[in-house]
């Protein structure tokens, strides 16, 4: 079984004491597994509106649907504790994509198919509005099979009780399948023949492969001789995802769609770095194999929906506002000794709808509307000049708890830019060397989060912009270095560069605040970030919010709101 990310499980085998690492790839703490904690009276990290169980441990979405006007969202979840182990799918549903419910688990290990987990998958809705779940089980040997799970009562909005047809598993690892590396069914669509298609995840040796399967009644599959799509020196492709996007319109897609106005992303969460990547190609019909664009990369390095932590996640199309709904999980970023003492690890990210940027060079992603009626008391600051050195407190919000949105105008400024140096090309690095204190001249400039009073604490999230040959080069970063007083286990500085030309247009940034989270939109969601912070001091009534510019030109804020974030409803 592979061995992953070998200095974390190091660090964590340290401070534990021991850790097993068994199943595939997952950190497998087993004398924590079934430990649940009850003594966390103070609970500075829990969010307020992002989506999160009472307690315990959660990770990837699963099967995320709208079924009768109802929003499913499934997820990996621990019943016993806040470390991974004894998965199953659990289960919440919302009129609102904001305030959920939550439901029994819906699908447990139950059949030989999946007594030792049910894992990671999605949901197809059949024809007759029937969803029918495609899920991964652990059988008896530990080996990776593909299994099916439907709803026990359709006329049950709700669909509460779930059921495992008798041919399960409909999916095994043979034919050189590599059966620990064979997982996380997509959505399925039909192609041309009316047959239905799915991939799964696998690698030979460190070729990632989306391995394709055909079914005329969902029951019975078939191997295709060859993937959708492969790529080498990618490692394991977990939970993949692969759908339509129209190139004239940000309305989403049904998962079937093609046509000459249809592109195809194809999008997979890497094993071995825990970072996701997509490409935008054509979806050959003929061939049945997907065809990135020229130009696309084959790797993290490439482009990423989120340039933060944010992982596994998976896509749906809500037809009752012909829009696609991107769902990710959100991990720690502490030691499962942590997480067991506050009794719970893991958040999903508020749902974003993602579609193609009219360049059909990237993807856009936005904050689903629905998590605006959250907001209250606005504030909102006029036209301002950020002079060099300038941090100006944006005082009347809740600064734990809050969405703010500013946008820079450098549209006319812009002379006296820094000379970009050709040998910048990973924006990463670019971030953390120069942080969020190094001068520039424009920049660096933005938002300054969950900060404590004399600003010790603080996450910054900021631009730079240089100037290249010919154009502008815009740097996005979120600074995580002085997130924290306590231990922060990862300090890493995010950062991507932003496809935008500043003399054209306003550079934007939106930033949910929600105690440990910030999650961040530059450039109307071109770039996301999310940061994973633990602040000691600036926790609720301490965290406030600035706005900053550390660069030795002016910058002019155009427009800034800021609301305080009511909490959502998530009744256990
Ligand atoms: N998590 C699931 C797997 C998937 C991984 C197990 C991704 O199915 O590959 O909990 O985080």
Redesign the pocket.
Known sequence: MAFKVAWFIGLCSLLLGYGVNVEAS?NVFLHLQSFQNTTATLQPYRTAYHFQPAKNWI??PNGPMIYKGIYHLLY?YNPNGSV?GN?VWAHATSTDLVNWVHHEPAIKPSIESDINGC??GSTTILPGDKPAVLY?GIDPQKNQVQNLAFPKNLSDPFLVEWTKPPQNPVMTPIDGINASSF??PTTAWTGPDGEWRVII?SKIDREGKAIMYKSKDFIKWERVDHPLYSAKKTGMW??PDFFPVSVNSEDGLDTSATGPHVKHVFKV?L?DTRHEYYTIGTYNLKKDKYVPNKGFIDSDSGLRYDYGKF??SKTFFDNSKNRRILWG?INESTTPHADVKKGWSGVQAIPRKIWLHASGKQLVQWPVEEIEKLREKQVNLQTTYLKKGSVVEVSGVTGSQADVDVSFDLTKILKNAEKMDPSWDSPQLLCSQKGASVEGSFGPFGLLVLASKGLKEQTAIFFRVFKDQKKYVVLMCSDQSRSSLGKQLDETTYGAFLDLDPLQEQLSLRSLIDHSIVESFGGDGRVCITSRVYPKKAIYEKAHLYVFNNGTEDIKISKLSAWSMKKAEIAN
């Open positions: 997952h990770n990837d990996q991974w998965i894992w990671s991964t997982r996380d995840g977990e939970c969460s094993d992982y596994a999980w």
